[in-house]
């Protein structure tokens, strides 16, 4: 009888390496919803919050909801999965789709429950609908509110951006390289970065989200980037009838 070759599939490295970073990303994560649970750090929020309302000019508020449009979610992914089917048609192989339908469902199935279960509102909702009592925009599990005033915890532009711009970057690099190019290091941590902080920041100061909204969503999109990142996308088995279903190494030496 003809013996089946076993397929060893190692996890891509990460930086910093080991689980260790992961875990304290989770840990970080937990403890910030516990003391927020316990009415911690509404103070800074607060202070950050109204510090924002009372240095915004009109000017200002405009540049910083333009900017904060690097981190609309849906565009994002539209863009990534695009470049996954470029990419998947220069390479003839099915495996470039793999990683941004991946991130879709993880933060589909992430992201939005637990805005949905923590059920907080923005900073926003004192001065518009429902016009809530400033103190009572801060807590969260504030779930006789309706839906849509109350999912402000994590920061969800914050996290699709470290998540989705990851995905980029891990796309961008074998897509260059079919056209014989290559993307500098700089350039990628360059997209990496700058965009999450940027979103970070303008929808902080836009008083779209509290302070420890925004760092949630900084945590839980780090560790989201991490999962995804360590994934062999090259060596994930898949049926042998799909188109590339061999292993490659589109992704081995990517960011």
Known sequence: ????????????????????????????????TVALVTHQLFGVDRAVADWAQEHRPA????????????????????????????????????RPVLPPLAAFVLTYLTIG?????????APS?????????PDQTLPLFQEDLPLRFAQSYPSGHV?????????????????????????????????RVLPPLIVLTTTTYLGWHWLTD???????GLLLDRLLHRVP???????????????TRLFTSGP
């Open 125 to 133: 909702a004192s001065v518009k609908k429902p016009f809530l009592p």
């Open 214 to 220: 925004s760092v949630a969503g900084l945590l839980l």
């Open 59 to 94: 000017a200002a508020y405009w540049v910083a909801r333009v900017l904060n449009l690097l981190g609309q979610g849906t565009p994002l992914t539209l863009i990534a999965v695009g470049l996954g089917v470029l990419l998947a048609v220069r390479v003839r192989s099915v």
């Open 159 to 191: 996290a699709n951006a470290i998540v989705w711009y990851g995905m980029l970057a891990l796309l961008l690099a074998p897509l260059l390289r079919t056209y014989g190019r290559t993307i500098p290091p700089r350039l990628v941590l360059a997209v």
């Open 233 to 247: 996308w090259d060596d994930v088995p898949l049926p042998a009838r799909l188109p590339g279903s061999a292993r």
């Open 1 to 32: 009888m003809r013996e089946t070759p076993v397929v060893r599939v190692r996890p891509r490295p990460v930086r910093p390496a080991g689980w260790w970073y992961d875990a304290l990303l989770l840990a970080a994560l937990v403890g910030l």
């Open 113 to 121: 429950p637990l805005k949905v279960w923590t059920a907080r509102p």
